[in-house]
């Protein structure tokens, strides 16, 4: 059992960067796929990216492939979302989530979930 926990979300401006941080607690951390989801106001929760817990490969989803670089330290249980290039459409609030398996983009499949950082974006 993990315990995801964010931290890094703000208020900046279009163009500029931000790191997020989500440190989860637990000894497996290790051994879980761990994900990033963002929710709009009035829209469903949405898949960002996701690091698998094997290899470290990635996934992103497409608009921010080429902005948004996810990594991961496993000595720190701790995974960073760095985000470049940010736009307003990128404003939501961003949840960390923890899956026992391979990457998933759907929110069912995770398993364990922070309460989210608010990331705003003003153009």
């Known amino acids: 059992q993990v315990r995801p926990v964010e931290s890094g979300g703000g208020l900046v401006q279009a163009g500029d960067s931000m790191r997020l941080s989500c440190a989860a607690s637990g000894r497996t951390f290790s051994r879980y796929t761990m994900g990033w989801f963002r929710q709009a106001p009035g829209k469903e929760r949405e898949f960002v990216a996701a690091?698998?817990?094997?290899?470290?490969?990635?996934r992103y989803t497409d608009s921010v492939k080429g902005r948004f670089t996810l990594s991961r330290d496993n000595a720190k249980n701790t995974v960073f979302l760095q985000m470049n290039s940010l736009k307003s459409e990128d404003t939501a609030v961003y949840y960390c989530?923890?899956?026992?398996?391979?990457?998933?983009?759907?929110?069912?499949?995770?398993?364990?979930w922070g309460q989210g950082t608010q990331v705003t974006v003003s153009s």
């Open positions: 989530a923890a899956d026992w398996g391979e990457i998933a983009i759907f929110p069912s499949q995770y398993d364990y």
């Open positions: 690091i698998s817990w094997k290899d470290d490969s990635t």
